[in-house]
């Protein structure tokens, strides 16, 4: 009788998965289950425990997939502050809605708007005019529809544009160079994207009238990288943009054969030619516009115990559909909290945040932290690194979290994820929270082909691996049960 | 004595061979040096033979590298009939002359000129306004600067356009879908091709207001295969673009969604939502203009043998450099040419042809036809598939030849070319000679990423493997000097 009954809590339990809804906490229904294997003999050995999380993603999750596919889709490119970002918004709460998750909301913010325009490039001479494949960086101020031209003064790195002394940079367009090399954790971009972040800013100081750089990018394609770049307050921006790396290969074998045709020859020596672009960009400001973060959870079954959050963005870069960047984080967060809810009620709340505006300057990760900052939260983890596998785990947790971190570990390792040995550095929307104490855990994806896409019209679904897709989908939802299902004693 | 004279003998080989100039040919030399190791003992062993031609090539080559460099660099995309095809006529001049050819010259012919102008499209409804990545084909009409929008008539393949009743066409812009697979020999172009050559003839006939097609091309990315389609004469031209397949796949699942969107639900049936686009194409047919074969020769020693002749296009698409179509094919051939050259003049002259106007309808092969085809010609050869290894020889060649289709095969083989069993096929542009019965021998590249990068603006410089082009240079040099030391029982 025993075993009767402990068949029909299975049953029910699986009724109540496939309809989505919650069923009771995992810890309870395994406690339950133990005290019947105690009771019965023979028939013990043929009773399997219901799955957790990881094994339901592992069992067939196409959550992940579904919501990258109709979110690119459907919405396709979703720039920060438009009418696209605000459509996806709407997507996204009757999404999360539809999927089961409570407390699903808007979070609306304020945030300055900047749009691309045209982008027209071309080398214009000595040699016969040639076109380039340029895309404007974020915050590049307008050419005029006329466009600029003007001699290129080249830097091989962001470092030797900072070396400069101004009176061979005043006038002229810049170039930096500096190819980006790839590697699995991404470590370069840092390193490689000065040029980006903060070239434009050191160029109009100098007095550059433009400047263009080599795309951070490991690809070969014709296809610019787009991103942002910063001015400092009281710096004018100037026009920014970026050229794919064969353009910018095409610019640097023109650059050096230029420097051996000799105008003006003097017993001195000789100027060389001057190598000449003409560029045309006209972005737009458009003031301050809304954005909004999306919000859902899993409600824990604890009311007094803090939330986990995790966290991805809604919006992306306008160029592509933005798959790996980010839709393909929201589909893995999410599938990954539905997955653990569909186990079983989780002691701690899951909070969901996909949040708006990250590209153009993480909007939707300050405002979430001015709304909520004050708020304790257990632990933050952000999946924003495209959608190939997670092959490292790296923790930033308390002295008390050292068995948590382990059974994690324990967790994702039949998986290929391996321990790292630095400490978890969060993300950016979860930046702020990480900052200011919380917890964190990285699940580490596989970065090696990640900048061949990042922020290019290429970011499109078909570069996503559904195999890798699951994958992270079964690590982070191993993950999460075990922080979701965490005590007291050991986060926050 | 005798062995002095030998060593004599090659030092002033090399001497001739280092200066470019020609030196005496291979089967006298090797004849007199044979007939030194009879005369001579135990020096015999330490003289070699002087190089040939591939081992000319294999020492070393970077002729074809600097021609598809500077080509490439200095000039750029060259569309047939534009002023920079005509550049492009002049650096060849020069060029060809500087490498110590003869009787360089160019040979104009008239053609009729159309050239890209503005190119965008979106997928307007009935989800947001998404962008799509549009290339114009060659001799597609204009929508005018306004654009058109229309519902999107979707058909799987050319087939099924063709099988497609009127009704069902007219008024639309037709989208034509069937994604290229990859093969090594490419012979997937003709298939699969068919929706560009002649799917807006087809389209046009039936009324539709445009053709959209999936781009003839194997990559997955955001750069659109271009390609030259033809109307019927009599058949008013439409617009005809071709999207990139990453956007062709969202054009698809789009249309699969809407396929479910109901709208006039009846107890008959329901009409789908229709799926809807915006095009603007604004090409122009600028009439007749002059475009021009560049020829140049390695004179024979035999001046009654009839020549080899050899051939590349120099045109080229407007979308990239056209590196790998054609500037490498024109790279190899020449580099060839030369080796052949420096180790010994041939007994058959050597003619290369660097045709123009071939992207846009073999116009340069028409004319050297026109011009020369009635002169006898030995056999011809054509490099227009890439820069990739040459895999595999075929052959079309007289009974006669059957000792020389086996020497060359033997001489190819040690660089990793085997021996096809179907006839050869020549290429566009001496495909008038061969249809008229002069001998053809194919060195097949590899053309397993050809159309990843075929007709795109990813036809740069940084797509060539150098090692890989060397080895065209290598095999085209080990052919070439077998033909162009024939006899004339062997070919015509």
């Not at 466009?147 to 002394?165: K, M, N, Q, T």
């Amino acid at each position: 009788m025993g075993a009767v009954l402990a068949i029909d809590a299975c049953a029910r339990g699986a009724a109540r998965y496939e309809s989505g809804m919650k069923i009771a906490p995992t810890p309870a229904r395994l406690a339950g289950i133990a005290a019947l294997l105690l009771a019965t003999t023979s028939a013990s050995a043929s009773i399997p425990p219901p799955p957790g999380a990881a094994e339901l993603a592992q069992r067939g999750d196409d959550i992940a997939w579904s919501i990258t596919e109709d979110l690119t889709t459907e919405i396709g490119p979703r720039m920060a502050g438009t009418e696209a970002e605000a459509a996806a918004r709407r997507w996204a709460v009757a999404r999360l809605k539809a999927m089961g998750f409570a407390n699903v909301r808007e979070e609306q913010f304020d945030m300055p708007v900047w749009v691309r325009g045209e982008e027209q490039a071309w080398l214009t001479g000595p040699f016969l005019p040639q076109k380039l494949a340029i895309t404007a960086l974020g915050n590049s101020a307008s050419t005029g529809a006329k466009g600029i031209e003007g001699d290129i003064a080249y830097y091989e790195s962001f470092d030797a544009l900072v070396a400069a002394p101004e009176h061979l940079v005043k006038g002229k367009i810049v170039f930096v160079d500096h190819k980006m090399q790839p590697t699995q954790d991404g470590s370069g971009y840092g390193y490689y994207g000065r040029g980006r972040f903060n070239g434009a800013n050191i160029a109009a100081k100098k007095g550059a009238i433009a400047i263009v750089i080599r795309s951070i990018g490991t690809d070969a394609h014709r296809n610019p990288h787009t991103g942002g770049t910063n001015f400092e307050a009281g710096v004018k921006p100037i026009p920014a943009g970026a050229i794919s790396n064969p353009d910018a290969d095409q610019l640097v074998r023109q650059w050096k054969r230029t420097l051996q045709m000799r105008t003006n020859e003097t017993a001195m020596g000789y100027t060389p030619e001057p190598l000449r672009m003409k560029l045309m960009l006209t972005p737009q400001n458009l003031g301050t516009k809304h954005s909004g973060n999306v919000i859902a959870e899993v409600p824990g079954s604890d009311p007094t115990a803090s939330p986990v959050i995790i966290a991805c963005h809604l919006d992306s870069w306008d160029l592509g559909t933005g798959a790996i960047d980010d839709a393909a984080g929201c589909g893995i967060i999410t599938a990954a909290a539905k997955h653990v809810m569909s186990a079983g009620q989780p002691r701690r709340t899951i909070r969901i945040l996909w949040a708006g505006a990250e590209e153009v300057g993480v909007f939707g990760g300050k405002a979430y932290f001015e709304a909520h900052g004050k708020e304790k939260h257990a632990v933050a983890l952000e999946s924003d690194f495209g959608a190939d596998r997670v092959w490292r785990v790296d923790f930033k947790l308390p002295d008390s979290a050292k068995g948590l971190a382990d059974r994690i570990a324990a967790a994702v390792m039949p998986f290929g994820v391996v321990r790292g040995k630095q400490a978890a550095n969060g993300g950016a929307d979860i930046g702020a929270l990480v900052q200011a104490g919380v917890p964190a855990v990285d699940l580490a994806q596989d970065g090696t082909r990640y900048f061949d896409l990042h922020h290019t019209p290429d970011d499109t679904l078909d570069k996503i691996d559904p195999a890798q897709l699951r994958q992270n989908v079964v690590v982070w939802a191993a993950t999460l049960a075990i922080l979701a299902d965490s005590t007291d004693s050991e986060l926050p």
